[in-house]
């Protein structure tokens, strides 16, 4: 089973809602990530925290607003989303940031979320 | 820029049959590479990766991959698979101080019994 911890498992949302998505890992790790996944497609990486601090944005819009209140906990923040926003969203940890040997990633199961 | 190339979109193989799965990455520098497994309705999970040295690595169920510096490959390999390895199998990269990891276009395995 996994180490890294996201909640819900399932979310259905409307395009006026408000929602978030949690995630927790308790390894130490330094690093957590956002990454969306459409079916049959590979994840595609949203935002990369390093020491509670964003370090990438890949361009994601604004209606997706991640926040990491401290080393362990990762929130994705969700607003005025659209249908085509339907995905698993997966988040991850590593020890350290990618570029560093001996870091990869370690993958939660995931929230599938479907925006109606 | 890194990328990563899957040629193989879907494997169907029998049980027992050899496996081989290719992967060929872009970039010049020094490159980490990974191998991640993702099961019908599980999470990601690292099969096995390659940072320096041996260029052949081994990883968990039995799965291996060689790196081959000069045909920017690592392609995955395991003698005899099993049912229970069908699964999407996804080969990604990251250079030395980038921060980004790249996900090649994945590969179905389909194990028949």
């Given at each position: 089973?996994t180490?890294v911890?996201?909640t819900p498992?399932?979310?259905v949302m409307?395009m006026?809602?408000?929602?978030?998505?949690k995630?927790?890992?308790?390894?130490?790790h330094r690093?957590?990530?956002w990454?969306?996944q459409?079916a049959?497609k590979p994840?595609?990486?949203?935002?990369?925290y390093?020491y509670e601090k964003?370090?990438?944005?890949?361009?994601?819009?604004?209606r997706?607003?991640?926040?990491c209140?401290?080393?362990?906990l990762?929130?994705?923040?969700?607003?005025?989303l659209q249908?085509?926003?339907s995905?698993?969203?997966?988040?991850?940890s590593?020890?350290?940031?990618?570029g560093?040997p001996g870091?990869?990633?370690?993958?939660?199961n995931?929230?599938r979320?479907t925006v109606? | 820029?890194?990328?990563?190339?899957?040629?193989?979109?879907?494997v169907i193989?029998?049980?027992?049959?050899?496996l081989e799965?290719g992967?060929?990455?872009?970039y010049g520098?020094?490159?980490?590479?990974?191998?991640?497994?993702?099961?019908?309705?599980q999470?990601?999970?690292?099969l096995l990766?390659?940072?320096?040295g041996?260029p052949?690595?081994?990883?968990?169920?039995g799965?291996?991959?060689?790196f081959?510096k000069s045909?920017?490959?690592?392609?995955?390999?395991?003698?005899s698979v099993?049912w229970?390895?069908t699964?999407e199998y996804?080969?990604?990269?990251t250079?030395?101080?980038n921060?980004?990891l790249t996900?090649?276009t994945?590969?179905?395995?389909t194990?028949i019994?």
């Amino acid at each position: 089973d996994t180490e890294v911890t996201q909640t819900p498992k399932h979310l259905v949302m409307g395009m006026t809602n408000k929602k978030s998505l949690k995630c927790e890992q308790h390894m130490g790790h330094r690093a957590m990530y956002w990454y969306k996944q459409k079916a049959k497609k590979p994840p595609e990486l949203m935002f990369v925290y390093s020491y509670e601090k964003l370090s990438i944005n890949e361009s994601v819009p604004s209606r997706f607003s991640p926040e990491c209140p401290n080393s362990s906990l990762l929130n994705l923040h969700l607003h005025a989303l659209q249908p085509e926003d339907s995905a698993l969203y997966l988040c991850a940890s590593s020890q350290d940031l990618q570029g560093a040997p001996g870091s990869p990633l370690h993958f939660g199961n995931g929230t599938r979320l479907t925006v109606t | 820029a890194q990328s990563v190339s899957q040629h193989n979109h879907h494997v169907i193989l029998s049980e027992a049959a050899s496996l081989e799965l290719g992967c060929n990455y872009s970039y010049g520098g020094t490159v980490n590479l990974f191998w991640y497994v993702q099961y019908p309705g599980q999470h990601l999970q690292l099969l096995l990766k390659y940072f320096s040295g041996d260029p052949l690595v081994k990883g968990i169920k039995g799965f291996e991959a060689e790196f081959i510096k000069s045909k920017f490959s690592f392609n995955l390999r395991k003698p005899s698979v099993q049912w229970s390895d069908t699964a999407e199998y996804f080969c990604a990269v990251t250079s030395r101080g980038n921060e980004k990891l790249t996900f090649g276009t994945g590969t179905r395995l389909t194990i028949i019994p």
